[in-house]
């Protein structure tokens, strides 16, 4: 079974912070993938990033960062001089392959306020 | 070009009556998939269609859910006699074939629609 932990329930921040937000997974496979989403007021999500397994390289896209460590199980990631667009909730999934279906966390809320 | 469609954006209907949500991927995506997601909740998988394979249901919840795709293109996510509990955000998602590519490839993502809110009364 698949899982995915994302502790952090609310996170609060004032504009120009730095911010993390960690993903825990748990999986028994040796190939799979794990995603990022973004849910901003709209409601839509978005995609922000793809990571397979075997790339445990390091992401950086401009404010945004993602740092992948399989020893720890997890895929956080980090806003950097947050904005008060970044407002919005925040979804780390897992699936096994490249397509089918996705595990997804329960959400981080992410506030920054000006 | 155009994104993931669906309809109706919001379905208010009675307990017991059967509701239709539709959704349009992107043009030549080959997979599609159902997600619900329910108030403060994160997204839970329901069934996903992928070219001419037969579609992954392991995710609905009751058999008084069903999903159809209809030529490989627009799929129908239908509730019979609905409860309050179905009450959620229904969200469809397309995507390409995966091609490996990089940490930001388009060919497998996931992209979703606005979603189909249905409220059960």
């Known amino acids: 079974a698949q899982k995915v932990t994302q502790a952090q329930t609310e996170i609060s921040v004032v504009e120009k912070e730095d911010v993390t937000l960690d993903c825990v997974y748990e999986?028994?496979?040796?190939?799979?993938?794990l995603f990022w989403y973004k849910q901003p007021p709209s409601g839509e999500l978005v995609f922000l990033i793809r990571?397979?397994?075997?790339?445990?390289q390091n992401e950086i896209s401009g404010r945004y960062s993602w740092n992948f460590q399989k020893s720890t199980s997890s895929f956080n990631f980090t806003i950097t001089a947050s904005q008060v667009v970044d407002s919005a909730v925040y979804f780390c999934?897992?699936?096994?392959?490249?397509?089918?279906?996705?595990?997804f966390g329960d959400g981080t809320t992410l506030t920054v306020k000006p | 070009g155009a994104g993931v469609s669906q309809s109706p954006s919001n379905k208010v209907t009675e307990k017991g009556k059967d509701v239709e949500l539709r959704c349009d991927p992107i043009?030549?995506?080959?997979?599609l998939y159902w997600y619900r997601q329910s108030l403060g909740q994160g997204l839970e998988f329901l069934i996903y269609?992928?070219?001419?394979?037969?579609?992954?249901k392991s995710g609905l919840p009751s058999d008084r859910f069903s999903a159809e795709r209809t030529g490989g293109s627009v799929s129908t996510l239908t509730i019979q006699r609905t409860q309050q509990e179905d009450s959620a955000v229904y969200l469809c998602?397309?995507?390409?074939?995966?091609?490996?590519?990089?940490?930001?490839?388009?060919?497998?993502?996931?992209?979703f629609g606005p979603g189909t809110r249905l409220t059960v009364l």
């Open positions: 998602a397309s995507s390409l074939v995966d091609t490996g590519q990089g940490p930001y490839s388009s060919t497998d993502t996931q992209y």
């Open positions: 999986t028994r496979d040796t190939t799979y993938y």
């Open positions: 990571r397979n397994s075997f790339d445990e």
């Open positions: 999934a897992l699936s096994n392959t490249n397509a089918g279906k996705s595990t």
């Open positions: 043009s030549g995506h080959t997979a």
């Open positions: 269609f992928q070219g001419n394979s037969a579609p992954d």
